[in-house]
Every structure is written in structure tokens, then in C-alpha cells.
């Protein structure tokens, strides 16, 4: 297995769920047909909740703090399905404990390598949804999709907000001090970061099209 592997990567995150990061993969994917794209989410439980549902669900694995699934059926219904059907070539669903992400990107390395020995590709390109893998690895390009019409913000986000290339807004935010409150604490990045407006069911903008064209044009460079 060749541990000197490099990769491009994508991370797409976001501020709270249900804002449309799934369908920004989902957009990416669709965008650049020409690339062989291995997709995945990133899904960090805690006592019986969900971190991207909030709800209480069985994505915890039964024995284990992690588990890595390749998704085989496009039309099962999961956010790893829809990127298949978007394009993908392959597509996982990475679950962890809250706080064990570190034990499961060796599972997930791994995982990526052994698919990658099946195949005749040898410029790997990964786009993946999560906000917390930027605590342990600078991706090729960042996009972090914010809602100013919803309060929540994930700790998470709020950590890997400044890292992000470009912020996606799902809705009109004409200025800073229009901000709703929730996001005063990030004002001055709202001012300083590159941004664009894209709600759901738009087209890819073009401003995000020319720098992930611009990154797969590029070595690939990122250790997992």
C-alpha cells in the first residue's frame, strides 16, 4: 500500500445541518464530470444524537467508536447515495464518536487506498462533507455553506470558518451590520472572506467552478 499517496481535496462544511452542504458536493460533482471523484460524509455521534440530524438515530456503529461504509446502491436514499448519483465513482459514509475522528481516519485512509489499488487512477481527487476534518489536514480548497436565516452554529464551524476558501450563502446577506446577531462574532470574516450567493437548485457559480477547476489542474499534494 503506498503510504506516500497524495490527493486533491475538497471539503465542503457548514454552520449548522440541513443548509444544503450534501447538495454543494452534490453540485461539485456534477460540474466537472470529467473527474473521477471519490466522494464521502463524515458523521460524528454522541449519546444516541446525531450530529448532523440532531435527532436520535442508529448511525452509531454496534461495536465499534468508528465505521466506514462504501456505498452500492445510488437509489438507497443516503447522502453517500446521492453523490453517486451526481457522478461519484465511489462514495463512503465515515461514523464516528464524538472526539474519535482521529481513530477513524486511519480506517478511512486505508479504506481510500485499497479502492484506489482496484483502479487505474493515479490522480486521486476527494471531495468529502465535514467540518472537522480540517483539524487535522489542509484540503486543497474549503467551501463553508452558511444560512443567515438560521441561528444554530456548530462548534465545529465556528472553529473552521476562518480556514475557509470561500463562504456559499444560502440567502441574501447585503452587509455585515445586517447580520442577524448569531453571527456577529464572525462579522469581520464576512467582510474579508471571498463569498457567493448560490441557493439550493442553482447552478455551481462560476467563481467556485474556476477555483476547483484551478485545483484539479494541480499536483495532487495532500497526505490523508
Given at each position: 500500500m ?11 462544511g457548514g ?5 444544503g ?9 456534477s ?13 460524528q455521534?454522541?449519546h444516541?444524537?446525531c ?10 456503529p ?5 465505521a466506514i461504509?462504501?456505498?452500492a ?7 453517500s447515495?446521492?453523490?453517486?448519483q ?8 465515515l ?7 482521529a ?9 481510500l487506498?485499497?479502492?484506489l ?16 476534518l480540517?483539524?487535522?489536514l489542509?484540503?486543497s ?14 462548534d ?21 451590520a445586517?447580520?442577524p ?39 495532487p499534494?495532500?497526505?490523508l
Amino acid at each position: 500500500m503506498n503510504r506516500a499517496l497524495r490527493w486533491r481535496v475538497i471539503v465542503v462544511g457548514g454552520h449548522t445541518r440541513s443548509i444544503g452542504k450534501t447538495q454543494l458536493v452534490c453540485d461539485v460533482i456534477s460540474a466537472f464530470p470529467g473527474t473521477n471523484w471519490i466522494a464521502g460524509k463524515i458523521t460524528q455521534y454522541g449519546h444516541g444524537v446525531c450530529a448532523e440530524n440532531g435527532n436520535n438515530c442508529d448511525c452509531a456503529p454496534d461495536e465499534h467508536i468508528c465505521a466506514i461504509e462504501w456505498e452500492a446502491q445510488p437509489q438507497s436514499g443516503t447522502d453517500s447515495a446521492r453523490f453517486l448519483q451526481a457522478g461519484a465513482k465511489r462514495s463512503f459514509w465515515l461514523r464516528t464518536k464524538q472526539g474519535f475522528l482521529a481513530e477513524g481516519l486511519p480506517l478511512m485512509r486505508e479504506a481510500l487506498e485499497r479502492t484506489l489499488s482496484e483502479t487505474d487512477e493515479d490522480s486521486p481527487s476527494l471531495i468529502v462533507e465535514s467540518n472537522s476534518l480540517l483539524q487535522f489536514l489542509k484540503p486543497s480548497l474549503y467551501f463553508a455553506v452558511i444560512d443567515p436565516a438560521r441561528e444554530d452554529f456548530k462548534d465545529s464551524a465556528r472553529v473552521a470558518l476562518d480556514r475557509a476558501d470561500v463562504l456559499v450563502l444560502r440567502g441574501a446577506m447585503h452587509t455585515p451590520a445586517a447580520a442577524p446577531s448569531w453571527i456577529k462574532l464572525p462579522a469581520h470574516l464576512l467582510r474579508t472572506k471571498p463569498s457567493v450567493t448560490q441557493r439550493e437548485g442553482e447552478p455551481l457559480p462560476e467563481p467556485l467552478e474556476v477555483l476547483i477547476a484551478r485545483a484539479l489542474l494541480a499536483p495532487p499534494s495532500i497526505a490523508l
